[in-house]
Structure formats: C-alpha cells, structure tokens
C-alpha cells in the first residue's frame, strides 16, 4: 500500500493551490518556452515573484518559503557563475517555475548552463523575449488561479447545497453516500469509527462497481487506529494508492470529525488509477464538503442510538426486576421490541473484569456486546441486550416444544450451546476472560425475572466455587437440592456453628477454611492440596492438624469433610441469595 498526503484545495497552504506548469505553457504569453526542467510540467504555481538572489533575501526568508512560486528574471541579472547552486537554492526554496528573460540570441546561447541545473532538480525553465515582462506574466498567473479558485468555489458551494437539503431531509446516511456517489461518479464508502462500514453508495447504474469484498478489504486496510482515533484540528484530503487482490485502487479520504473528535472516515473510491487530475480535485472538494455532513448525520444518528440503548435498558431492567405498572404497559412495550409476552424466555448474564459501571467505555462495550449477540442469532427469535451495572444480560426467546421434543435434555442442549456461542463471540470481540451464566427457561414475559434470578443465583455462585467459563443454574444442582436447608434457621446455625473455629484461627495459621476446602476438593490428596496452596507438605500437614483441633473432629475423616463441604455451600448460597433479594426486591 503506498500512500501520498495530500491536503485539500482550499486549506490556505500555497503548496496546495494553484495551477499547472503545463496549463500555462497552453497559453500564448507561454506557448513553446519551455527550454529545460520538463519534470516539473505538474509543479503548482501559485504566485510570481521578482528574482532577489537569495543571499540578499535576509535570515527572515528559509527553505520553503517561496513554495509554488514564479520567479521572473532577467538574463542579464541572473548570477550565471553561480548557476547550479542558485538553481538548487530555489527548488529548496518550493519554487515552482522559473521565467528568464532573454534579450537576444547570444544570451540564448548562453543560457545552456542554466538549462543543465534546471534539469538536474527538474526545476522548469521557461526562457521569454523582452515582450513578456514580470507584469504581464504575474497578471497571466493571478487570473488564472483566481479563475481556477473560484470555480473550486463554486463547486465546492453547489456540493455543500446538494448534500444539505439530503442532510435537512433526515434521509440518513445511505442517502448521503449515495448523493456523493452519484454527484462524484465513484463509490463512497462511510467507516464508524469500529472500522465497521455503515454506508455504502455506487453511482447509478451500476457504473464503476467495486469487485465482490473488494470494500471490505478497502476498510480492513485504511480504518486503523492511528487513522480514526488520532485526528488532527486541520481537515487532512489523503489520496492513497492501494493493491486489491491484485487490482491498483486509488482512494481520496479524510477524517469525520466533530469538534475534535473522531467519528470515522469518508472514502471515495476512484473508477480509474490513477485518476485524471481534474477528478482529483473535484473529489477532493467532495470529500472535504462531505464530512462535516457526514460527522453531522453520525452525531444525529448516535443521539438517535443512545436514545434507544436508554430505552431498551429500561425495558430490560423492568423485565429482569418485573416492574411494571401493568399487563397494559407490559404489552405495550413488550409489542415495540417484538417481544412475545406469552413467549418462553431464558437469560444469559455475561461477566468480565473489564467491564467497569464507571469506566465511559461501557457505553462502547455495551455496543460491541449487542454486535455479538447479533453475529449468535440467526433466527427469528426475539432477543434483547442491555448493560446491568458491571454485567452484560441477554434475554434469549426459546423454541416453543411439546411432547417429545420438551426433553428436559433438549432443553439444557440448547440452552448450553447458545451459551457457548455467545461466550466464543464475545470473547473475539470483547475481552479474553469473559464467563457465561444463565439460568432455566420460563414461560411469559413475567418469566425473565425467574430466570434471571437463577441467572444470578449461579454467577453469584460461580466466583465462590470452581465451575466452567460457561455455567447454568441445572449444573449446581447441588446448591437448588440444599436451598431450603439453608434458608432455614437450623441450617444457617449450623454453617456458623461449623465454621467459626476455622474463621477464629485464621489470624494464626492463615486462612485455615481456605485450606481444608483446597484439601476436600482434592479429594483428600494431600500433596495435591499441597501443590494447588503453594505450600510445602509438612506445613499442610502442621494447619491441616491444626484445623482438627479447632474442629475438635479429624478433617481427614469423610464425616467432617461432608459436614465442612455443606457448611461452606450453605454460606455461599445463603450470601448470595441476600444479595439478590436486596437487589431484586421492590423499592419501598
């Protein structure tokens, strides 16, 4: 891929307007005066000037400063002894052209060392009779460029009117693309910022299309990071040079921005490579008039997307909490996000680290979370995805069954495999350590907030106990079969009772309940337990002793290390069911 900056016609830099050498050599003041320096025929030249040498121009003056100029002397001032170091001096210096006026054939002849040097840095040399004087030649420049001016002027005005009344109208952003399509006869290509393409327009009847996934790859090259986060306060026209599968691509782009902040791209796709220079510049005025209506209409189309995520979130929070004022609201929401409310519904509840209430790019995540969800679904059951505190939820629509295909195995099948999909698509496009939780189907819309609370129920219990990056409520079966014994009076005695000591000695012998647990899970392995604790045998042996003691019960017994095993599930779940039921219960 090779690129060339280019900044666009109108952005006040001499360099970057102006006319051709070779335009001018097309009128008559010029015609058939070019001697020397034909390499620089598409040099710009802006301005004329009369030759100062450039010894005597003073410190003020420095390279660059006489960018896209003529420089109009006399043969009989030039310093012909120092010909080639002056010629040099001045293409530094930007010049563009250099018009020496001969008054006679012997200066003529004698101009050939001057032709040499302008040959050597590609410097034009247009050698004039005495008729064409430093007058006439700055006049013969400024029309021109004054002309060539006000019709990038104009054109840019005319394309500004076109895509504000499409803009005015509200037609969105295809329109948009395809307005610019039609009025530049290329394709328009507008990147988010995600390097997702959100629009695309062809000129009408299909001239110029692009070859199957050659957009797609067009993006893949030019949306990266530094190009769309990195923007600088200066609009800044790139004309790029790319290789797709083979085939030379020209493209024109620049950054959408709103007051500093990057929104994206706005790509147009040139029919030819390279493109005629005329097409150039027009396209360059394209796209410059083009973002700012574009950042306008991506700025419209957020406003108009934050507002809907609100609403959707609420309508979520409602659903998983069933806090609605009526079956009439219900309905009534329910009905605008195609929501069957006799439907039959699971939740999903996806965690991660990274995923912070505060941080402002949940908001982000949020988006990227949805993008998932959809690249999981690819049917027409209804789901929905909102941001819940540090928690993206997902309520999933279930394929109604009846007889033998509502297998309580069937079921779990599917719900297990939604699960693992959605875990495998948000990790691609979110974050590496990302879990899965969900609890069981239930049926109506009234049923989201059961399933969300097992949904909850076995995230909660996911962070005490070890289980699988993708965990269901049915796989801790166990913690469902002790429920009611822990809620009881009798059964949160008891796990106090049991695991105080061990609480007790912790201050002395570290975690002490940490400790017999890893020994349990291990299935009484010592050197296991040893291992996964870091610690050497002998001192798991000395806590292990020193746990029987506080117990006054051998842990090494399966009588004590059941009795621990309940003691600690029960805490567990009970810790987690007092939290859910302060969330989950109805404001006062």
């Given at each position: 891929?090779?690129?060339?900056?280019?900044?666009?016609?109108?952005?006040?830099?001499?360099?970057?307007?102006?006319?051709?050498?070779?335009?001018?050599?097309?009128?008559?003041?010029?015609?058939?005066?070019?001697?020397?320096?034909?390499?620089?025929?598409?040099?710009?030249?802006?301005?004329?000037?009369?030759?100062?040498?450039?010894?005597?121009?003073?410190?003020?003056?420095?390279?660059?400063?006489?960018?896209?100029?003529?420089?109009?002397?006399?043969?009989?001032?030039?310093?012909?002894?120092?010909?080639?170091?002056?010629?040099?001096?001045?293409?530094?210096?930007?010049?563009?052209?250099?018009?020496?006026?001969?008054?006679?054939?012997?200066?003529?002849?004698?101009?050939?060392?001057?032709?040499?040097?302008?040959?050597?840095?590609?410097?034009?040399?247009?050698?004039?009779?005495?008729?064409?004087?430093?007058?006439?030649?700055?006049?013969?420049?400024?029309?021109?460029?004054?002309?060539?001016?006000?019709?990038?002027?104009?054109?840019?005005?005319?394309?500004?009117?076109?895509?504000?009344?499409?803009?005015?109208?509200?037609?969105?952003?295809?329109?948009?693309?395809?307005?610019?399509?039609?009025?530049?006869?290329?394709?328009?290509?507008?990147?988010?910022?995600?390097?997702?393409?959100?629009?695309?327009?062809?000129?009408?009847?299909?001239?110029?299309?692009?070859?199957?996934?050659?957009?797609?790859?067009?993006?893949?090259?030019?949306?990266?990071?530094?190009?769309?986060?990195?923007?600088?306060?200066?609009?800044?026209?790139?004309?790029?040079?790319?290789?797709?599968?083979?085939?030379?691509?020209?493209?024109?782009?620049?950054?959408?921005?709103?007051?500093?902040?990057?929104?994206?791209?706005?790509?147009?796709?040139?029919?030819?490579?390279?493109?005629?220079?005329?097409?150039?510049?027009?396209?360059?005025?394209?796209?410059?008039?083009?973002?700012?209506?574009?950042?306008?209409?991506?700025?419209?189309?957020?406003?108009?997307?934050?507002?809907?995520?609100?609403?959707?979130?609420?309508?979520?929070?409602?659903?998983?909490?069933?806090?609605?004022?009526?079956?009439?609201?219900?309905?009534?929401?329910?009905?605008?996000?195609?929501?069957?409310?006799?439907?039959?519904?699971?939740?999903?509840?996806?965690?991660?680290?990274?995923?912070?209430?505060?941080?402002?790019?949940?908001?982000?995540?949020?988006?990227?979370?949805?993008?998932?969800?959809?690249?999981?679904?690819?049917?027409?059951?209804s789901t929905l995805t909102a941001v819940v505190g540090s928690m993206v939820v997902v309520v999933r629509q279930?394929?109604?069954?009846?007889?033998?295909?509502?297998?309580?195995?069937?079921?779990?099948?599917?719900?297990?495999?939604?699960?693992?999909?959605?875990?495998?698509a948000m990790r691609q496009r979110l974050w590496d350590d990302v879990r899965v939780s969900f609890g069981r189907?239930?049926?109506?819309?009234?049923?989201?907030?059961?399933?969300?609370?097992?949904?909850?129920?076995?995230?909660?219990?996911?962070?005490?106990?070890?289980?699988?990056?993708?965990?269901?409520?049915?796989?801790?079966?166990?913690?469902?079969?002790?429920?009611?014994?822990?809620?009881?009076?009798?059964?949160?005695?008891?796990?106090?009772?049991?695991?105080?000591?061990?609480?007790?000695?912790?201050?002395?012998?570290?975690?002490?309940?940490?400790?017999?647990?890893?020994?349990?899970?291990?299935?009484?392995?010592?050197?296991?337990?040893?291992?996964?604790?870091?610690?050497?045998?002998?001192?798991?042996?000395?806590?292990?002793?020193?746990?029987?003691?506080?117990?006054?019960?051998?842990?090494?017994?399966?009588?004590?290390?059941?009795?621990?095993?309940?003691?600690?599930?029960?805490?567990?779940?009970?810790?987690?069911?007092?939290?859910?039921?302060?969330?989950?219960?109805?404001?006062?």
């Amino acid at each position: 891929m090779s690129v060339s900056h280019d900044h666009g016609p109108g952005d006040g830099s001499p360099g970057n307007i102006g006319v051709t050498v070779a335009s001018l050599l097309d009128e008559d003041l010029f015609e058939g005066t070019l001697v020397g320096g034909r390499g620089g025929s598409t040099n710009l030249v802006a301005w004329c000037l009369p030759f100062v040498a450039p010894g005597a121009r003073g410190p003020a003056v420095s390279l660059g400063d006489l960018n896209g100029a003529a420089i109009c002397v006399s043969f009989a001032q030039f310093p012909v002894r120092d010909v080639g170091k002056v010629v040099r001096r001045l293409a530094e210096d930007g010049v563009a052209m250099l018009v020496i006026t001969c008054n006679n054939t012997e200066e003529e002849r004698d101009l050939v060392h001057v032709i040499e040097a302008a040959d050597e840095v590609g410097l034009p040399l247009l050698a004039v009779g005495s008729r064409v004087t430093f007058r006439e030649a700055s006049r013969l420049i400024a029309t021109k460029v004054l002309a060539q001016e006000t019709h990038v002027l104009e054109y840019g005005v005319r394309v500004h009117r076109i895509l504000g009344d499409v803009f005015a109208r509200g037609a969105g952003l295809t329109a948009l693309a395809q307005t610019m399509a039609q009025l530049s006869d290329t394709t328009v290509l507008i990147v988010g910022n995600n390097a997702e393409l959100l629009a695309e327009g062809s000129p009408r009847g299909g001239r110029h299309d692009l070859a199957p996934g050659a957009a797609d790859r067009i993006v893949e090259l030019l949306a990266t990071t530094s190009r769309t986060d990195n923007a600088g306060p200066e609009l800044a026209v790139e004309v790029i040079a790319l290789d797709i599968d083979g085939d030379p691509v020209q493209v024109v782009l620049a950054p959408v921005q709103i007051a500093g902040g990057p929104y994206g791209l706005l790509i147009l796709v040139e029919p030819s490579c390279p493109a005629p220079p005329h097409a150039l510049a027009q396209h360059k005025v394209m796209v410059e008039q083009g973002v700012s209506l574009t950042g306008s209409e991506l700025l419209r189309m957020q406003s108009v997307r934050e507002a809907e995520e609100r609403a959707r979130n609420d309508f979520v929070h409602a659903l998983l909490h069933g806090r609605f004022t009526d079956q009439l609201e219900l309905v009534a929401r329910a009905e605008h996000y195609q929501l069957p409310v006799d439907g039959r519904f699971a939740v999903f509840i996806v965690t991660t680290p990274a995923l912070k209430p505060e941080d402002a790019s949940a908001q982000r995540i949020g988006r990227e979370a949805e993008r998932a969800v959809q690249s999981v679904v690819s049917d027409d059951l209804s789901t929905l995805t909102a941001v819940v505190g540090s928690m993206v939820v997902v309520v999933r629509q279930m394929r109604s069954r009846r007889g033998p295909d509502r297998d309580p195995a069937q079921v779990t099948q599917e719900l297990k495999e939604f699960g693992a999909q959605l875990h495998r698509a948000m990790r691609q496009r979110l974050w590496d350590d990302v879990r899965v939780s969900f609890g069981r189907p239930f049926n109506g819309a009234t049923g989201v907030a059961m399933s969300y609370r097992e949904a909850r129920t076995a995230e909660g219990l996911a962070r005490r106990v070890q289980t699988d990056e993708v965990c269901s409520y049915a796989d801790l079966r166990v913690f469902a079969a002790i429920e009611e014994a822990a809620t009881s009076a009798a059964g949160q005695s008891f796990a106090a009772e049991m695991l105080a000591p061990l609480k007790q000695m912790d201050g002395q012998s570290g975690n002490l309940e940490e400790l017999v647990l890893a020994y349990i899970e291990e299935s009484g392995n010592l050197n296991a337990a040893a291992r996964r604790l870091h610690l050497h045998r002998n001192t798991m042996l000395y806590k292990l002793e020193r746990a029987s003691r506080a117990l006054q019960m051998d842990v090494r017994s399966t009588e004590a290390q059941f009795m621990i095993w309940l003691a600690h599930h029960i805490t567990a779940l009970n810790d987690v069911v007092a939290s859910l039921d302060e969330e989950l219960s109805p404001p006062s």
